[in-house]
């Protein structure tokens, strides 16, 4: 059943919220690029039945328009949602300022396993601060 709520939650437009901070993360970039991916193969099957169905081969940007509305653009309001989310989670997170922080998915490199507010998989045993350039302070 776990399978069919992700699935759902992908076609319903979900974007991650600052419960995923303290959480295992719902929202990573992977899954948003699996829900653009999934909600683009079924618009692109929906679109080409009705335009098979009413002789509509002269109206392609409708699909075009379809795909970004009910693709693309839902994708990236979650990718920008998410960018925003992981800058805060960085700064104010032990994990996020480790090197070995992966912040694509939320989870930590040696470990592999998710990162949060209130699990960090090494209790802080293994960090390591990320090196800063000069051009990043």
Known sequence: MDFIEKIIDILQFREGTIDDDYNEPVVTIGSIIFGALLRAAIVILAIFFVVEYFDLRGFWYLTSFSVWLLAAFPAY?????????????????????????????????????????????????????????????
Do not use: W
């Open 77 to 137: 309001r979650q990718y920008t949602a998410y960018n925003e989310r992981m800058k805060n989670f960085e700064e104010e997170t032990l994990c996020g300022k480790c090197k070995h922080f992966e912040p694509s998915g939320q989870f930590c490199r040696i470990y592999d396993e998710h990162v949060s507010k209130n699990y960090i998989p090494c209790e802080g045993l293994s960090f390591e601060p990320k090196e800063f350039s000069a051009d990043e302070e």
